[in-house]
């Protein structure tokens, strides 16, 4: 019975079997899977904490509304663009290219908020970069996939790929939330101090007015001359 257990393959070396023969077999598509996830992952996170960081910065529906157009504009402009690099100079250099692009923006991104000195004019043009990055991006990431595996696996490797992208587009979300909420918002320091407003303003305080007093000096009704003519009467 020893020797049964010992025969029986384990689950990791089932796995292997069974996946052998598809694509995540290919250490080549296992390598495009996983940074696929992790870069889907990195791309919703960025789009949760930069709404914040403008929102809880002084920024209103203006400004954020500007840094996504910043954002969305270039991205999908240069889509088509990412498609003609990627036939005429591979998808995996427009791939390395572009996501190395983006990492370096990230990175000063990360730099600029730590020290405060964020504003419009440095974040318009880190959040057109970053989607021209993402744009150029996209299209190389769906042609590379024929490029590496067998034509009876694509079928197989597309499902895998776009299955792992959802599964990031739930992860990014929920991870950017726990960051922000746990290492909190970074732009709350940049809030100027509110000056006193001059109603606010202490100064010296007016002296009370006197209490009126009711008049003391009128004449009663029965002192008025007539007043004897009415009790007659």
Known sequence: ???????????????????????????????????????????????????????????????????????????????????????RIGPRQVMLIADAGRCVLATALVVVVTRHTASLAVLAPVAALIGAGEGLFLPASFTIIPSIVEPEQLQVANSISTALTQVGSLLGPVLGGLLVATAGPAPAALRPPTPPSRTTRPGPSPPPRPARRAPTDLPRPHDHPRSGILQRW
């Open 1 to 87: 019975m020893a020797d049964g257990a010992a025969r029986r393959p384990g689950i990791l070396a089932r796995l292997r079997a069974a996946t052998a023969g598809g694509p995540l077999g290919n250490l080549s598509f296992q390598l495009l899977s996983m940074g696929q996830l992790a870069s889907t992952i990195g791309d919703l996170c960025y789009a949760v904490a930069l709404p914040w960081f403008v929102l809880s910065g002084h920024g209103g529906p203006i400004e954020l509304g500007t840094i996504l157009a910043c954002y969305g504009v270039p991205r999908t402009v240069l889509i088509p663009v990412g498609g003609v690099l990627a036939d």
